[in-house]
């Protein structure tokens, strides 16, 4: 049935962008296509792909800001807790499910197991904020960005809202991409928690409360604009021993982030197909599972011996389809409401 209370541009968005971090954490092009044996082409696509997360988390802003604005606790606790609860199941199972196939044959469940735990353990703090596999960082990122929303919306001081998003945004660069420049101290990896989270998820909030439009030609400038500055600085980055394809998020990555959100905007018809609707409100299941196929796929090709295009082909399609097939498969059981949203 068609949905007509959803933008189709929006959703085809989510799936792009989902698709854009199955391809990310797949790592493609980085063993072939090289310059002076250096991954010209997988880095740059690595930063390509950027654009991603913070779209996710303008999405979310956007989204979520009519509820937001009139019952902020509210909707920080329906929100938030269906979030949580993803985030603890998916740990839990990210920490059981083995990443080394070949560790396990050779020396048990218990030592590959054992290794990964004991690295977590490290920087218990970071683990906190990211969970129990890498990916799943940004769910506690997106509760707290909601959070602080929600509660200065509550307290009705919604002016600080861009200040104090901001202040953790430039925190975060200093403390991330910038931190061999500004050795700011720094009590985890800032592209978990706030950072940078909150200041995506107000700007999605803002444009929605704000109704701010652009048209396309002018979000298309945007987004080449926040392109150029990103990379760019990643660029100049690698002067200081930074490496290049290191970034989640730089001064020019909101700008890339909005640029995508305002030129699918402009265009709310694109992709206007039942499919889009059907498989967009699955993004979020697809997102947590996508990283634990993504393994799966890295040990078949492996234990195969497929390599180069070949192997970024299979991890990557492999990836999308299975996990997305899981994802619809498991909506049609008792196990979505343990597993999902």
């Given at each position: 049935m068609e949905n007509t209370n959803k933008i189709a541009s929006l959703e085809l968005g989510r799936l792009l962008a989902m698709f854009a971090i199955i391809a990310?954490?797949?790592?493609?092009?980085?063993?072939?296509?090289?310059?002076?044996?250096?991954?010209?082409?997988?880095?740059?696509?690595?930063?390509?792909?950027?654009?991603?997360?913070?779209?996710?988390?303008?999405?979310?802003?956007?989204?979520?800001?009519?509820?937001?604005?009139?019952?902020?606790?509210?909707?920080?606790?329906?929100y938030c807790a269906p979030l949580f609860k993803i985030w603890i199941v998916w740990s839990a199972l990210s920490l059981a499910l083995p990443f080394h196939w070949r560790k396990v044959a050779e020396n048990g469940y218990?030592?590959?197991?054992?290794?990964?735990?004991?690295?977590?353990?490290?920087?218990?703090?970071?683990?906190l904020f990211e969970g129990g596999m890498v990916h799943l960082w940004f769910i506690p990122a997106l509760i707290i960005a909601v959070s602080i929303i929600g509660l200065l919306v509550h307290?009705?001081?919604?002016?600080?809202?861009?200040?104090?998003?901001?202040?953790?945004?430039?925190?975060?660069?200093?403390?991330?991409?910038?931190?061999?420049?500004?050795?700011?101290?720094?009590?985890?990896?800032?592209?978990?928690?706030?950072?940078?989270?909150?200041?995506?998820?107000?700007?999605?909030?803002?444009?929605?409360?704000?109704?701010i439009t652009l048209s396309s030609t002018n979000a298309l400038i945007l987004l080449l604009v926040g392109f150029a500055i990103h990379f760019s600085e990643a660029y100049s980055l690698t002067q200081f021993d930074v490496p290049f394809n290191l970034h989640d998020f730089l001064i020019g990555t909101p700008?890339?982030?909005?640029?995508?959100?305002?030129?699918?905007?402009?265009?709310?018809?694109?992709?206007?197909?039942?499919?889009?609707?059907?498989?967009?409100?699955?993004?979020?299941?697809?997102?947590?599972?996508?990283?634990?196929?993504?393994?799966?796929?890295?040990?078949?090709?492996?234990?195969?011996?497929?390599?180069?295009?070949?192997r970024d082909f299979v991890i990557v399609f492999g990836t999308a389809t299975v996990s997305t097939l899981f994802v619809l498969i498991m909506d049609k059981t008792p196990f979505k409401r343990i597993l999902f949203r």
């Open positions: 990310l954490h797949s790592q493609v092009f980085m063993t072939y296509l090289l310059m002076d044996d250096f991954p010209v082409f997988g880095n740059i696509f690595n930063q390509l792909t950027r654009f991603a997360v913070p779209f996710f988390f303008i999405l979310s802003g956007y989204f979520i800001q009519p509820k937001l604005t009139h019952t902020p606790l509210k909707t920080i606790q329906s218990l030592a590959e197991r054992t290794g990964y735990w004991n690295w977590l353990t490290q920087n218990p703090l970071n683990a307290f009705k001081k919604t002016t600080w809202l861009i200040p104090i998003a901001v202040i953790l945004y430039v925190y975060g660069l200093a403390g991330g991409s910038y931190q061999t420049l500004t050795e700011v101290w720094t009590p985890f990896f800032t592209r978990n928690g706030p950072f940078f989270s909150t200041l995506m998820v107000v700007i999605g909030f803002e444009l929605r409360r704000r109704e700008l890339m982030g909005i640029g995508v959100f305002f030129l699918l905007l402009s265009k709310p018809r694109l992709g206007h197909h039942p499919i889009t609707f059907t498989l967009s409100k699955h993004v979020l299941g697809i997102y947590v599972c996508h990283l634990l196929f993504v393994v799966v796929f890295l040990n078949i090709t492996a234990m195969m011996g497929i390599t180069l295009a070949m």
